[in-house]
Each structure stands twice: as structure tokens, then as C-alpha cells.
């Protein structure tokens, strides 16, 4: 394995990383809320009196951030190494899985473990458990 040197970004990450955790600490504190993308989508699809202005507004921000990054720092080069119907799956599965698992890596990566949730531990173990195995197995078992 080697690192590719030319696209690592330890300093940018890192920044994202406190970004995400102090912005979970926000959402927490102001709105009493976990921070987690599937339930503040699910709450979308059963809504509840005063509370669908929140919800929109997030993922309304989801999906202007990156166009104003797009404005304001130009188009990033996106490459993905997998088919339309692999994107497809993958998604499917992962929505399936925040299903089963009462939230999303984000709900329980994030802000579960900042709780000391044994529950979101659990999650998180499963989720990252399973990515690792799936990634073995497409890289390595069946590239063949």
C-alpha cells in the first residue's frame, strides 16, 4: 500500500473534522437535536408541526454549500472508481442500514460516540466493520 502524496490533505481534514464536531456541539446545545443526516431527513418524510422549517433549511444548506464552493474556489476534479449500478447499491444499502441501525454514520460516528452512546458505538464498530470487509472484498478477493 502507499500513500498517494500528491492528493493527501492531512491539514484539510483535520479542519473538517473540527468543523463537523464543533457544528454537532452547536446543533446539540441550541436545538437539543443529534446531529444526524438520516434523521433529519426521515423527519421530513412524517413531519411534525413546526418542524419541517429546520429540517429543509439543513438540507437546503447541504445542497448549496458545495455550489457556492463551486463559485468561489472553481470545480474540483471528481474521480469515482465504480460503476452507476455500484453507486446505486451502495446507496440503497446504506439507506437500508440507517434503517436497521436507527441512524447514519454521522448520527452515531459523530455525535453517538461524543455521548459516550454504547448504542452508536456498536453502530459505528458494525458500519466501519463492514466497510472494511467490503473493501477487502472488491479490491482484493474479487478483483481477481
Given amino acids: ?33 443529534i446531529l444526524g443526516i438520516s434523521g433529519i431527513i426521515g423527519g421530513l418524510l412524517r413531519p411534525q408541526s413546526g418542524d419541517v422549517g429546520w429540517r429543509l433549511s439543513f438540507v437546503l444548506g447541504m445542497l448549496v454549500a458545495p455550489l457556492l464552493y463551486l463559485l468561489l474556489a472553481g470545480p474540483v476534479a471528481v474521480r469515482i472508481d465504480a460503476s452507476w449500478a455500484t453507486l446505486i447499491i451502495a446507496g440503497l444499502l446504506v439507506g437500508v442500514g440507517t434503517r436497521f441501525g436507527s441512524g447514519c454514520t454521522s448520527g452515531h460516528g459523530v455525535c453517538g460516540l461524543s455521548r459516550l452512546s454504547p448504542r452508536s458505538l456498536v453502530a459505528t464498530l458494525a458500519f466501519m466493520g463492514a466497510g472494511f470487509v467490503t473493501v477487502y472484498l472488491a479490491r482484493h478477493a474479487l478483483a481477481g
Avoid at 16 to 31: D, E, P, R, T
Wanted: cysteine-free.
Fill in 1 to 33: 500500500m502507499t500513500i498517494d502524496w500528491n492528493n493527501f490533505t492531512p491539514w484539510a481534514s483535520l479542519a473538517g473534522g473540527i468543523l463537523l464536531g464543533l457544528a454537532s456541539a452547536m446543533f446539540i446545545l441550541v436545538n437539543g437535536r
